[in-house]
């Protein structure tokens, strides 16, 4: 990576809309030269290279050169880059650092050891690590909402579709995993007996057979190998998303074309609006009440607003009042 990779693309009223990293990929292009690839990244990946640029002299060019306070700095050449060795033993020794500062000072919150000794941590791990994070995030792996669902969206269209590493699967692995997690505390608490929508009845049904499933197998919610082996053999197809609840039946998604539509909904490129996949909680419920106040707030400070951007407001506030109204969720809107 070098200084400059990153590009920020905003939208005609400035809002920040891509942040977009160029560099160089390696793994599985088939070449010691690397391939110029272009990733989408999250805002705190375009915070860490700003810190990277400003670590580095004005001169250096590369962002992960050997920093001039670094051990590897005086044997350094300007056109080399920190190697996966060094990186490692550079964690090493902020580890070593940290463990120290908490012992002269008291603290409790060091970095562990593991079985006596520090723990060898490497680069490759951060990918392990990270993807387990987003994955099992609530908003994240809960099929998206806000916040880490922006996350996992970025990572999908940008590093795990440029490589061969498994990443992609292995997120994928954790969703699952979260999501029966997530359905099983549902029909635990009865909740998926009150759900609204086009589709509510044919979740219920479905979620009271995993239910079923799971107490026929006296499987408990910290069972993660019990869990995965249950959601493997009997999942439910059950998507839990900010503003509505996925029952998945490829044949009539609206979100996917129909040459993907065997990988599951595409929550992000929902249409709740008209799809007959939608089932509603009320934590969904709640997310749609919020949305219709926004859009009436927006309307009602007309001056501001052009007169086409206007009429689509409105429309679109029409549309959610009669969703509202037809799912009986318009008495607390």
């Given at each position: 990576m070098r200084r400059g990779c990153l590009r920020t693309e905003r939208d005609g009223s400035g809002l920040i809309g891509r942040r977009r990293v160029t560099s160089q990929a390696f793994k599985g292009q088939g070449t010691p030269m690397g391939v110029e690839t272009t990733w989408v990244v999250a805002e705190s990946v375009a915070r860490a290279i700003a810190v990277a640029e400003r670590l580095q002299p004005p001169q250096e060019d590369l962002l992960f050169a050997p920093l001039p306070t670094g051990t590897q700095f005086a044997r350094a050449?300007?056109?080399e880059a920190l190697s996966n060795r060094e990186t490692n033993d550079h964690i090493?020794?902020?580890?070593?650092?940290?463990?120290?500062?908490?012992?002269?000072?008291?603290?409790?919150?060091?970095?562990?050891?593991?079985?006596?000794?520090?723990?060898?941590?490497?680069?490759?791990?951060?990918?392990?690590?990270?993807?387990?994070?987003?994955?099992?995030?609530?908003?994240?792996?809960?099929?998206?909402?806000?916040?880490?669902?922006?996350?996992?969206?970025?990572?999908?269209?940008?590093?795990?579709?440029?490589?061969q590493s498994g990443f992609r699967a292995e997120v994928e692995g954790e969703r699952a995993l979260a999501r029966g997690e997530?359905?099983?505390?549902?029909?635990?608490?009865?909740?998926h007996t009150q759900l609204?929508?086009?589709?509510?009845?044919?979740?219920?049904?479905?979620?009271?057979?995993?239910?079923?499933?799971?107490?026929?197998?006296?499987?408990?919610?910290?069972?993660?190998?019990?869990f995965r082996r249950l959601i493997a053999r009997h999942d439910p197809h059950v998507y839990p998303g900010e503003f509505v609840t996925c029952v998945w039946r490829p044949d009539r998604a609206l979100c996917r074309h129909e040459a993907a539509q065997a990988e599951g909904p595409d929550l992000p490129e929902c249409k709740p609006l008209?799809?007959?996949?939608?089932?509603?909680?009320?934590?969904?419920?709640?997310?749609?009440?919020?949305?219709?106040?926004?859009l009436d707030a927006a309307l009602a400070d007309g001056a501001t607003l052009?007169?086409?951007?206007?009429?689509?407001?409105?429309?679109?506030r029409d549309a959610v009042a009669r969703f509202l109204?037809?799912?009986q969720l318009e008495e607390s809107a």
């Open positions: 050449r300007s056109h090493g020794r902020l580890i070593d650092w940290v463990n120290e500062y908490c012992k002269q000072h008291g603290r409790g919150d060091g970095i562990p050891l593991v079985n006596g000794q520090r723990w060898k941590l490497t680069t490759r791990q951060f990918r392990r690590t990270l993807a387990w994070f987003i994955a099992r995030r609530p908003g994240g792996a809960i099929a998206g909402a806000i916040q880490y669902r922006h996350h996992s969206i970025q990572m999908f269209e940008g590093y795990a579709g440029t490589s997530h359905l099983a505390m549902k029909v635990e608490r009865h909740e609204t929508g086009p589709s509510a009845q044919e979740a219920a049904d479905r979620l009271e057979e995993f239910g079923s499933q799971l107490r026929s197998r006296g499987i408990v919610p910290d069972n993660q190998a019990q008209d799809c007959r996949n939608v089932a509603l909680d009320a934590e969904n419920a709640a997310r749609w009440r919020e949305f219709f106040a926004r052009a007169p086409y951007v206007r009429a689509r407001l409105q429309q679109r109204d037809k799912h």
